[in-house]
């Protein structure tokens, strides 16, 4: 099933990169036409430099009694193709083309949830492990996720960060062990800054 749908932004950011093709090729046949007009050797990027290889070109551009905004103009008929903001999903299951699109959507916050998984909580390769080991380390992964997931939602400083700067926030944290005699030990944290002390508000508190 194929499912077409139209977007005004996305026909917008198609419309700039075809805009910012036709000014390549714009300044690639001004560079053009600047050697031609001085009798000089194209630019390198243009020829093909080997020794073994004879190479005869000639070279006219469409520049010479033309303005910059005709060729422009010219450039943007031939990159521009009227499908801008256009885009087709496709799938086995036949649903409605809202589903559809509501599904395409969703798949962002997985692909983040995973990315996360594998970069960030550093899930390594379970495709050699067995199926309990599998299972096991998923388990214990999706549990990191969620208390990172939970840290976000209480803890406002950290709404909208990365996981990574989050792990990174806590990692700094430092407990040194004093030894104070007669079996007592004394516990100096140091190394705080304003991520985590912020999620660790409450403990800090306490002691």
Not at 110 to 117: A, C, D, Q, R, V
Not at 136 to 149: D, P
Request: one cysteine or more; hydrophobic letters at 40%.
């Amino acid at each position: 099933m194929n499912y077409y749908f139209f977007s005004e932004k996305l026909k917008k950011d198609h419309l700039k990169s075809r805009r910012r093709k036709a000014e390549r090729l714009l300044a690639e046949a001004v560079a053009i036409q600047s050697s031609l007009d001085r009798g000089k050797k194209l630019p390198k990027r243009f020829r093909i430099n080997n020794p073994l290889v004879d190479v005869r070109y000639d070279y006219q551009t469409k520049l010479v009694g033309m303005d910059e905004e005709a060729a422009l103009r010219l450039l943007l008929e031939d990159v521009i193709d009227g499908r801008e903001g256009c885009f087709c999903l496709t799938s086995s299951k036949d649903m409605g083309s809202a589903e559809a699109l509501r599904i395409y959507r969703s798949k962002d916050a997985i692909e983040k949830l995973f990315h996360s998984l594998k970069s960030e909580v550093e899930i390594k390769p379970v495709r050699v492990w067995t199926e309990d080991a599998v299972f096991g380390v998923l388990l214990i992964g999706f549990i990191a996720q969620l208390m990172i997931s939970l840290t976000r939602y209480f803890v406002k400083p950290v709404k909208r960060m990365s996981t990574k700067f989050i792990i990174d926030a806590l990692k700094k944290l430092t407990v040194t062990v004093v030894s104070m005699g007669n079996g007592l030990k004394k516990r100096f944290y140091s190394n705080f800054n304003e991520v985590n002390k912020a999620i660790l508000a409450d403990f800090i508190s306490e002691t």
